[in-house]
């Protein structure tokens, strides 16, 4: 048996490391959680990969873009970052009215779940014909659609694929569960997301939006609060915090998506200069993108006047890593370096301009996000190129290996 002092030691000891640790990680973050002009250009330096000549002429009210560097040829990430020259606080409502983006012909639908997730509030959504017929043919592993084990094998045990009415049957399904899916997450959070097992290697979507979190240096940065929020969801609670979730059914010419979309919004209730920060993590989407998540943030510095707009993204797709993949990257690249540019110039010109007519929408919705920019690369004319070479290969190699 341990002597009563040894482990009084120990105990004291352990006590010591813990507090220790736990003042550490305080120390890590500035108490009055403002930020210094010197302390940002030190982070676009050495999280965004920012030259001296990005910073000079960052100073001089240029755009500045870069792609992050990444680990998973699956994954891509851009950073984005403008000067914005406004006075008097912003304010969650105007900032997320600068990010809104208008609506064009390719969304189709969409709307805002209520806060007992069910099927009625997926009313509007509705299926084409080529999803029925993809639907019809899904197995575990092989399906165009993305989707759990359990949603394929539904599809396939309780629609009659024969009968009249099996459109209107799967169609209420699908509503079904996805209400069921968005129900699951918003009680608990990353681990109800399950996996993708439409393809051979199944996708792992908690492991996904962990490393697309994880790999959002700004808000781990400068609002580790908000992120210890998000990998928590919804076990955490932060004052300031509002969350929607929403569903958007797109459709740009190629196959139709459906996506389920967490947006998140928090301004720092502390006083000092002021601090914004609005997430949208995709959480589903039928096709193309695998998960998504993206930061719009305003902040001022402590010791100037300086205030800037930063819009990042980070999505993963296993489309980034196989057959035309360096093709598909390069467009994927450019789309993207061209789409942040659009947004952070239209967001500046709003704020700058002063605020607008006012608007009763809540401060999370139609923010630029996931997406957003998945429309943009899907429509990109180039890609769409990418996209039917991609088939003419495969059907060439089925071909070929017919006749083996």
């Known amino acids: ?43 676009l ?34 950073f984005g970052v403008v000067r914005v020259n406004i006075s ?71 629609i009659d694929w024969k009968a009249a009415d099996h459109r209107e049957r799967a169609t209420d399904l699908m509503r079904q569960m996805l209400a069921g899916y ?85 301004k720092r209730q502390a006083a000092g200069p002021e601090q914004i920060f609005i997430a949208a993590k995709q959480i589903f989407a039928s096709r193309y993108v695998d998960s998504s998540l993206s930061f719009a943030v305003f902040m001022r510095m402590a010791d100037s006047e300086a205030a800037y707009l930063v819009f990042t993204d980070r999505s993963r797709s296993d489309a980034l890593d196989g057959l035309f993949s360096g093709m598909t990257r390069r467009v994927v690249t450019t789309e993207a370096n061209e789409r942040v540019t659009r947004i952070l110039k239209n967001a500046r010109a709003r704020l700058e301009a002063g605020p607008g007519k006012t608007t009763e929408r809540s401060v999370t919705e139609e923010v630029s996000g996931p997406v957003d920019l998945v429309l943009d690369y899907a429509r990109d004319p180039r890609l769409q190129i990418v996209a039917v070479l991609l088939v003419l290969a495969v059907g060439y190699l089925l071909i070929r290996s017919t006749r083996k």
């Open 1 to 43: 048996m341990v002597p009563d002092m040894a482990i009084t030691r120990y105990r004291t000891r352990l006590t010591v490391i813990l507090i220790s640790t736990v003042c550490a990680a305080f120390m890590a973050v500035p108490a009055s959680a403002q930020v210094s002009a010197a302390e940002f250009r030190k982070f």
């Open 45 to 78: 330096t050495e999280r965004a990969a920012f030259a001296d000549q990005d910073l000079d002429a960052l100073d001089k009210g240029e755009i500045i873009v870069k792609m992050l560097s990444v680990t998973d040829k699956q994954e891509i990430g851009v």
């Open 88 to 158: 008097g606080e912003l304010g969650l409502p105007t900032f997320a009215e600068s990010l809104s983006q208008r609506k064009d012909s390719s969304f189709k639908g969409g709307g805002k779940f209520s806060s007992t997730p069910s099927a009625a509030d997926l009313k509007d959504l509705t299926n084409e014909d080529r999803d029925f017929e993809e639907l019809r043919k899904c197995v575990v592993g092989k399906c165009d659609l993305n989707m759990s084990a359990e949603m394929i094998k539904r599809f396939q045990a309780e």
């Open 182 to 266: 968005v129900s699951g997450y918003a009680a608990k959070g990353d681990s109800a997301l399950g996996e993708y097992a439409n393809r051979r290697e199944p996708v792992r979507l908690a492991e996904n939006h962990r490393l697309l979190l994880d790999g959002s240096q700004i808000v781990r940065q400068f609002a580790p609060e908000f992120y210890e929020y998000l990998k928590r969801f919804p076990a955490s609670d932060l004052n300031g915090v509002e969350n929607e979730l929403s569903w958007t059914m797109v459709d740009f010419g190629l196959n139709p998506m459906i996506a389920l979309t967490h947006r998140a919004a928090f």
